[in-house]
C-alpha cells in the first residue's frame, strides 16, 4: 500500500467526484483559484470559500518535450477558463489522441500527478471533456 | 536630480564555461570597463552587483578579482531583470548626489546554477512551478494565442529567431555566430510546442558591467558621454494568467513611464535591445514599447523593418536568442550594447546616425502576479 499525499491543503475536496475550491469575495464578488487571502481586486477582506465548476474552456495549452520539475514528456499543461471568471494553469491529462484545440470543453479530474519518495501525489487536472 | 552618464562598458566571453567562477567572469567584465573608460579601481565608489543564482556576495567577490574593494556594494536579484535593477541601482546613487562614480555588474553562471539542464521553473515553493510551469511552457501557450488571435504562424517565430542569428554573427562577442534557415529552426527539436530549441535561448555563461558617473566627471574622461535619460523599473500587478496573456501590461505601463521620463517619442528611438528570451516574445514586445500600433508586432516584423539596416532595429547584439542569456547579466548587457551604437563603435552592426536607445528587461514567474514580473526600461542618448 503506497501512501497518497496532496499536493497543497486546501484547494479541492472529493465532492462530486473531484472539484476545485477557491474563494469569492463578498464585496465585488470576484473569484480566485488558488484562494486569495483578500481580494486583489477591490482589497476587500471578506473572502468566503466556493466549490468551482466542474468544467471550463482552453484558453491555450503546450506539450511539454522537456522534463520540468515533476514531469518527464511528453506532458501536457494548459490554461483553462472557468465560468467564475477564473483562469486555471493545470496539467492536462496526454490522451493517446492529443487532440486539444484552444476553446475546447474540458473537466477537472483528481487524479496522481506524479511519485515522490515513495509517495504518490494527488492533485488536480484537466481532461477534454 | 543630476545627469548620469556610462563612460565604461564591458563584456565578459558569452558561453558554457563550466570550470569559471562567476567572480572570474565577472572580473573579467569590470576589467574591460576600468579599460574602457581608463579610470583607475580606486575611483569607483559605490557597486551594484545582480545574480540569480547562488548568489553570495557576488559584488564582493567580482570586485576583489580588479581591486575594488572597502567600499558600498549591494547585491540584488530581480530574475531577467536583474542587471537592469543593479544598473538603476547605480544610477539612482549618482543622480542622488550620493556618489559620483559607480560601477553595475551583472553576472550569471548558468551551467554551474541548480537548474543547469532543466527548463526554468519558477521559485522553488511555487505551485504552477510543480505542476509543470517553466519559463517556455508559459511562452509556448502565448504563442497558442498569438497563433489563435493574430494569425501568427511558428515560421513567424523562427523568423524572429533567423534574424537575431543574423546579427549575433556580426558581433564578435555573441555565444552563436551561425545563420540558421527558417527551416532549420523550425526542425530543431521541439521544447513545448510550438516552441522549438532555436527560438529559445541558450543556457550562458558571462558577464558585463557598466560604469556611471555624473557630467562633471564623464566631461574629464570623454568628449562623447553617453546619458542616461530615463530608468525605470516596475514590479507586475496582480493578474496572473491575464485576461490576454499576449499582453504584457507592467511592460507597458513601464514603456509609458520610460519615454515620459526620457521626454522623447517612440519614433525618435534609433534602436532597441530586448528580452527574446523566446522568439515569439519578441513580436510582443514591439507592441508594448509602442514601436508599432497594437496588434502590429507581426506586420512590422514581417516588414523587415526589425533587421540591422531596416527602420529600428531590434537587437543588433544577437539578442538573448544568438548572444546568450546569462540571466542577471543580461540587463547590464543590452544597455552596453545601446552605449556602443550611440558611440558609433558597433562594427559591421552599428545602427546609422544612433542618437537615442533603448534597453529593456523583463522577466520573472511568480504565481498570483502577471508573468513579467519585473520590467525595466533604459533609454540613453548621445
Ligand atoms: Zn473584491
Redesign the interface.
Same mark, same amino acid.
Given at each position: 500500500m503506497v501512501d497518497a499525499v496532496i @499536493?497543497?491543503e486546501g484547494l479541492f475536496d472529493d465532492a462530486e467526484g473531484g472539484r476545485l475550491l477557491g474563494n469569492k469575495c463578498a464585496s465585488c464578488g470576484k473569484v480566485y483559484f488558488?484562494k *486569495?487571502s483578500f481580494c =486583489?481586486?477591490c482589497f476587500g477582506t471578506n473572502v468566503e470559500e466556493v466549490a468551482l465548476s466542474k468544467r471550463g474552456k482552453l484558453?491555450?495549452?503546450? /506539450? &511539454?518535450?522537456?522534463?520540468?520539475?515533476? =514531469?518527464q514528456p511528453p506532458?501536457a @499543461? &494548459?490554461?483553462v477558463d472557468l465560468p467564475e471568471g477564473v483562469?486555471v =494553469? *493545470?496539467?492536462l491529462k496526454l490522451t493517446e489522441a492529443d487532440t486539444f484545440r /484552444?476553446g475546447m470543453d474540458m473537466a477537472v479530474v483528481i487524479e496522481e500527478?506524479w511519485q515522490e519518495d515513495g509517495k504518490l501525489i494527488i &492533485?488536480y487536472k484537466f481532461k477534454p471533456a | 536630480m543630476r545627469e548620469v552618464a556610462v563612460i565604461g562598458i564591458g563584456q565578459s566571453v558569452f558561453g558554457k564555461f563550466p570550470n569559471r567562477s562567476a567572480a572570474s567572469l565577472g572580473g573579467e567584465a569590470v576589467a574591460a570597463a576600468l579599460a574602457d573608460c581608463r579610470i583607475p579601481p580606486k575611483d569607483i565608489q559605490v557597486t551594484y552587483a545582480a545574480r540569480n543564482y547562488d548568489t553570495n556576495c557576488t559584488a564582493q567577490a567580482v570586485c576583489k578579482e580588479v581591486g575594488i574593494r572597502a567600499l558600498e556594494m549591494i547585491n540584488v536579484e530581480n530574475a531577467c531583470a536583474g542587471g537592469s535593477t543593479a544598473f538603476r541601482g547605480v544610477w539612482k546613487e549618482i543622480a542622488d548626489g550620493r556618489y559620483d562614480v559607480g560601477l553595475a555588474i551583472g553576472v550569471e553562471s548558468m551551467t554551474t546554477s541548480p537548474i543547469a539542464g532543466k527548463l526554468i521553473p519558477p521559485e522553488k515553493d511555487d505551485l504552477d512551478g510543480h505542476l509543470g510551469m517553466t519559463m517556455p511552457s508559459v511562452f509556448a501557450m502565448v504563442a497558442r494565442r498569438q497563433m489563435e488571435e493574430y494569425g501568427a504562424t511558428p515560421a513567424d517565430f523562427a523568423l524572429v529567431s533567423v534574424k537575431n542569428h543574423h546579427h549575433g554573427c556580426l558581433n564578435p562577442q555573441a555565444q552563436y555566430k551561425k545563420e540558421f534557415s527558417v527551416e532549420e529552426i523550425l526542425n530543431s527539436r521541439m521544447i513545448c510546442d510550438p516552441i522549438t530549441l532555436l527560438m529559445c535561448c541558450p543556457n550562458t555563461d558571462g558577464a558585463a558591467a557598466a560604469i556611471l558617473c555624473c557630467m562633471d566627471v564623464a566631461r574629464r574622461h570623454t568628449t562623447k558621454p553617453v546619458k542616461v535619460l530615463a530608468s525605470t523599473l516596475l514590479s507586475g500587478d496582480y493578474e496572473y494568467l491575464q485576461e490576454d496573456i499576449c499582453v504584457s501590461p507592467v511592460g507597458t505601463k513601464v514603456a509609458k513611464m520610460a519615454y515620459e521620463m526620457a521626454g522623447v517619442d517612440p519614433k525618435d528611438i534609433d534602436l532597441v535591445e530586448m528580452h527574446d528570451a523566446f522568439a515569439n516574445e519578441e513580436i510582443l514586445r514591439y507592441e508594448d514599447l509602442m514601436l508599432c500600433e497594437p496588434t502590429k508586432g507581426l506586420e512590422l516584423l514581417r516588414s523587415g523593418a526589425t533587421k540591422i539596416g531596416g527602420r529600428i532595429p531590434v537587437n543588433p547584439s544577437g539578442g538573448l536568442l544568438a548572444l546568450g542569456h546569462p540571466l542577471s547579466a543580461s540587463g547590464v548587457r543590452t544597455i552596453c550594447e545601446v552605449v556602443l551604437h550611440l558611440r558609433g563603435e558597433a562594427g559591421e552592426r552599428q545602427t546609422p546616425k544612433a542618437t537615442v536607445g533603448l534597453a529593456q528587461m523583463l522577466g520573472g514567474l511568480v504565481t498570483g502576479l502577471e508573468h513579467g514580473v519585473n520590467a525595466s526600461i533604459h533609454i540613453l542618448a548621445r
Open positions: @499536493v497543497r488558488p *486569495a =486583489f481586486s484558453y491555450s495549452y503546450t /506539450i &511539454g518535450r522537456m522534463p520540468s520539475t515533476h =514531469f506532458y @499543461v &494548459g490554461l483562469r =494553469f *493545470a496539467p /484552444i500527478l &492533485g | -
